[in-house]
Nanobody, 123 residues
Framework: QVQLVESGGGLVQPGGSLRLSCAAS????????MGWYRQTPRKQRELVAT???????TYPDSVKGRFTISRDNAKNTVYLQMNSLKPEDTAVYYC?????????????????WGQGTQVTVSS
């Protein structure tokens, strides 16, 4: 089985910073793109950042210049450094991984999600 476990969420004041981590574990053979998404009760899940295995990153305009995604391939871990946080960044943040794993004698490619971590930006 494969698991993605996020950590690092919490309550922060506007203008503050948080760093999220997401570690993938299990019989993983390789991980291609990894990413962070967020969701609020009023919005659909939206992209926050993605990173390829070689390190190419993408961001929507809403977080560009404030958020930085990075990864450690040796640890199967992706990070999201969030600076200059705004109240509108409040959401549950989910990590995502496009990975291949070993199961029952087969290699399987699938898209996995973490359980989510709450980020609240409020004074």
């Amino acid at each position: 089985q494969v698991q993605l476990v996020e950590s690092g969420g919490g309550l922060v004041q506007p203008g503050g910073s948080l760093r999220l981590s997401c570690a993938a574990s299990g019989s993983i053979l390789s991980i291609r793109a990894m990413g962070w998404y967020r969701q609020t009760p009023r919005k659909q899940r939206e992209l926050v950042a993605t990173i390829t295995r070689s390190g190419t990153t993408t961001y929507p305009d809403s977080v560009k210049g404030r958020f930085t995604i990075s990864r450690d391939n040796a640890k199967n871990t992706v990070y999201l450094q969030m600076n200059s946080l705004k109240p509108e960044d409040t959401a549950v943040y989910y990590c995502n991984a496009d990975l291949t794993y070993y199961s029952g004698g087969y290699t399987v490619r699938d898209n996995y999600w973490g359980q989510g971590t709450q980020v609240t930006v409020s004074s």
